[in-house]
């Protein structure tokens, strides 16, 4: 049997990972700037996370939600307090997708409304509603196709006040990412996701705040539309949750009620799941890693706007892109093979760095010294 070919790989096998370096199977080092996509937020193999995991495949590794699992209690209440959100509830699944799709469920059970409001730029994933919602036609089959979702320009305020002045009282949900991820690193201004907020209030529409990819803290908040100072109706979270295990998340404002098979999955919120995700939160507060975040993703955004090769750097703490001019295209291969430094990437010509919120200063430095090569070819 063959692998279903869906993935453009690298000639890299990872053996071993620790921190933000990991080794290939020829013994040799890499910076882990990528994080596997943003996944490893707490730093590769963290000996905390190992032992929380093992522990509790010692004990039971899974269950199904039709018994009590006081884990998931465990998780809801330091994910409400970490993330300033005490009285949302929270609702456990096991990918972005999954979790986008749940929240665009709950928007329509809600309002019993159909019309979506999404973004040009966007990416929720690939289930269909989330696929429905994503704008790269080519990743989206016939029969996801509807007329339900709506693109506007991201950022474009007249654009979503036109939009709900025409049908308003049709729209669903709005679902935003806070920071365009596969956008390319574009930041939703604080005026348009205060705009977004004020007219979700006035048409009862739902606002979806899409933290997969830029929050779990990335940014120096836990979910980077806070930096707006309103709050979202739902917050889908996901990659830096589990470090690497696969765990989803929505967070719900209080003022949707549940009832019994409304939402649902078989793997969502079991004993591992949630294991990995409270071994993700407790090295977060204790190690403080959101300021850490922060602090040496400004001191990186600050460095990288002094190389004047780079069009544009845009970003938030450690979620930075790095734009470059077309001639430049071939700097992201030679990070990787020459310098042997892990970064991700967004089309045409974007670098995105994506690491490790514990990414050390010492690090941060040595990234900056190798891109300066790099771009020498
Ligand atoms: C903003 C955003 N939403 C949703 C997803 C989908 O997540 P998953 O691949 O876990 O389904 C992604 C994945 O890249 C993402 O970046």
């Not at 959100?85 to 019993?112: I, M, P, R, V, W």
């Not at 007219?199 to 990819?213: G, K, M, R």
Request: proline letters at 3%.
């Amino acid at each position: 049997m063959n692998l279903f070919d869906v993935y453009p790989l690298n000639d890299i096998e990872i053996v071993k990972a620790s921190g933000s370096t990991v080794w290939d199977a020829n013994g040799q080092e890499y910076l882990d700037l990528y994080g596997g996509h943003a996944v490893i937020s707490i730093g590769h193999t963290h000996p905390h996370y190992v032992k929380r995991l093992t522990d509790q495949l010692n004990k039971v590794g899974f269950y199904s939600n039709s018994v009590k699992i006081p884990l998931q209690v465990e998780l809801a209440e330091i994910l409400g307090k970490v993330s300033g959100k005490t009285d949302y509830q929270l609702f456990l699944c096991n990918s972005g997708a999954e979790a986008n799709e749940n929240a665009l469920k709950l928007a329509s059970f809600y309002n019993g409304r159909k019309k979506i409001i999404a973004f040009k730029g966007a990416f929720h994933g690939r289930t269909s509603l989330a696929v429905a919602a994503t704008d790269n036609p080519k990743i989206v089959a016939p029969v996801n196709e509807t007329d339900n979702v709506v693109f506007l320009p991201f950022n474009d305020e007249q654009a979503l006040k036109d939009a709900f002045a025409d049908f308003g009282n049709y729209i669903s949900a709005v679902i935003i990412e806070g920071i365009q991820g596969v956008g390319g690193i574009r930041e939703a201004s604080v005026g348009f996701l205060q705009l977004i907020r004020a007219l979700c209030n006035q048409y009862n529409a739902v606002y979806i705040a899409d933290s997969v990819q830029c929050g779990y803290g990335r940014t120096g908040t836990f979910y980077s539309h806070d930096y707006a100072g309103v709050c979202a109706d739902v917050y889908t979270m996901a990659k830096g949750m589990g470090n690497g295990f696969p765990v989803a998340g929505i967070s719900i404002a209080h003022k949707f009620k549940p009832w019994h098979y409304m939402l649902g999955t078989t793997f969502g919120g079991n004993h591992l799941a949630c294991a990995a995700a409270l071994a993700v939160l407790e090295i977060m507060e204790q190690d403080n890693l959101m300021k850490n975040a922060e602090e040496i993703g400004s001191y990186l955004i600050t460095e990288l706007k002094k190389i004047e090769e780079i069009k544009e750097v845009r970003g938030r703490g450690l979620m930075i892109g790095i734009d470059l001019p077309e001639e430049l295209s071939q700097v992201k291969k030679n990070l990787l093979f020459k310098q042997h430094i892990f970064t991700g990437e967004a089309k045409p010509n974007v670098i995105r760095l994506l690491p490790a919120l514990n990414l050390k200063k010492e690090q941060a430095d040595h990234f900056l010294e190798n891109f300066k090569i790099a771009l020498k070819g």
